[in-house]
């Protein structure tokens, strides 16, 4: 069952991304699926903490990016837009070079609320990272302006 209200392509991801965090961390988005949404970010100078592995904040970054677009894709945008209410990230091992790649897939979808687990691995497909996205669901007329 595909869960998409809003869809979008690989293609319009990357244009969304442009002139923000996403872009300046390097993250590409790689997949859509029917209930999931894969993309990757360089272990890099843009991402390292002084230790020379991967930040922790960027991990949470490509986390907090993947479960967002994806509440996005869930909710009819004309309608409504989603905030964050609350990331959670735990940092299995660390990561000095290649690319990390994280999966975002949903633990629940509702009216007012999502939930999104993202599992994060690095380029032998190890857990680097899990985290926990909860977003809210707003009406887009009660939402103040920006």
């Known amino acids: 069952m595909n869960l998409w209200k809003s869809p979008a392509t690989l293609d319009q991801l990357k244009e969304r991304s442009k002139n923000t965090l996403m872009e ?17 970010m360089p272990v890099d100078a843009r991402t390292k903490q002084t230790a020379g592995i991967l930040h922790g904040g ?5 986390a907090e990016t993947l479960g967002s677009i994806a509440a996005g894709m869930c909710i009819d945008r004309e309608k409504k837009h989603i905030v964050g209410l609350e990331i959670n990230a735990n940092h299995v091992r660390p990561v000095s070079g290649g690319w990390v790649t994280g999966i975002t897939t949903p633990v629940h979808v509702g009216n007012s609320t999502q939930i999104w687990e993202i599992r994060i691995y690095n380029d032998q497909e190890k857990l680097v990272c899990i985290s926990r996205l909860t977003v ?5 007329q009660a939402a103040p302006a920006t």
């Not at 300046?24 to 990757?40: F, V």
């Not at 809210?136 to 887009?140: E, Q």
Request: no cysteine; proline share 0%.
């Open 136 to 140: 809210a669901n707003i009406d887009k």
């Open 58 to 62: 960027a991990s949470a970054a490509l």
């Open 24 to 40: 300046q961390l390097g993250i590409q988005y790689l997949e859509i699926g029917d209930d999931y949404l894969k993309a990757r």
